[in-house]
């Protein structure tokens, strides 16, 4: 593990009044790679993320990865006095990232207009429902309506089953790593514009899935499509060899090929014939076929002897992994992309390491996520540089 912030954003001053999962795994993304990210919290409760999940002897674990590398720090918004500390946050900050909803941001001053006044050149990421210009500004918002009305959730599942949402905060998640991403071409301009005067990045949760499913909308457009669910498949590029197979040893195997010679690789193992899926017509129209012979050839198989198999040929293939199967796996080993990171609660823990990997100047996990307001003197004595007596006003108010 890492024993102290490295990476590529050391320096870089980030505060966050954003909640469980889309704006904190942006500061996620910065603070892994050595950003001083500053978690806003309320008193006494705390993050929302803090109590979802599963514990180990009352301990919830998945703040301990979601709050990792951060400050935390306790600011009761409500109060006047606590706005206050916020708007010095925002002055001491290059990033400022909010999540809640657009009349709140007004209220409070942390709206664009006043983080723009209070700091002229912050980079403001403001993630939402549906966008603060749109007429639904206000309207409360979560990943998983994102998802919805991003078109994944039509377009996963089977064509005779219901529309079907992925097992993780799959739209926050998105979001995160696309506002980390705009914060980042922002602060390029920063520092090499000298016109620059500030951001505002405004981003809804549906857009970044929106964006990545590149061809739904110029298919409607072009042909008056509409892509529906298919399976394993991709709705709109067919493969001859797409699909997740059971082995003998009840096991799952994800096969794949698209190329001319890939399914041929394939062909020849189960034994079909070669002038049968010849050119790329043949072997989308034997496809079912094939699927079917392949399924029988991995059933009668144990998941080693497939992959052995498969290896041999040049089949690209790989068992679907559980996290079981994650934490021994020698390729996550070989990457160090698993890290052990000592926690107070919990002792050593296993997580994910700070990715991607930087060979120069590389990030790393150096706290796993701190108790609720753990670095409250830090942050307002050390940075902001409040004195005793304010100090001890706001803690007296229950303000911090």
Known sequence: ????????????????????????????????????????????????ARAMGPARDGVPLWFKVAGRNKRSVTLDLHDPGGRQVA???????????????????????????????????????????????????????FGKVGE????????????????????????????GLMGAYAVLAALHRRANDPSFDGEWIDLALFEPLFRLVEWQVITHDQLGVVPGRSGNQLAVAPAAVINTYLSADAEWITVTSATLRSVLNVVRLVGLPEEAYATTEQQLAGRVRLDAVLRDWVAARTTEECLRAFAEAEVVASPVLTAEDIVSDPVYAERGDIVTVDDPDLGPVRMQAALPHFHQAPGGVWRTGPALGEDNALVYRDWLGLDAGELAKLEERGVI
């Open 87 to 141: 708007h010095r946050l925002v002055a001491w900050a290059d990033v400022v990232i909010v999540t809640l909803r657009a009349s709140r941001l007004r209220a409070w001053e942390l709206d664009w207009e006043a983080v723009h006044r209070i700091n002229p050149r912050a980079v403001l990421l403001q993630i939402s429902g549906f966008g603060a210009t749109s007429s639904q500004a206000d309207a409360p918002g």
């Open 1 to 48: 593990m890492a024993s102290e912030q490295r990476g590529q954003l050391r320096g870089l001053k980030v505060v966050e009044f954003a909640h469980v999962v889309a704006g904190p795994l942006a500061g996620s993304m910065l603070a892994d790679q050595g950003a001083d990210v500053v978690h806003v919290e309320p008193p006494g409760t705390g993050d929302a």
């Open 148 to 175: 919805a009305r991003s078109g994944v959730v039509h377009l996963t599942g089977f064509p005779d089953g219901p529309p079907v949402h992925t097992g993780f905060s799959h739209g926050d998640a998105v979001t």
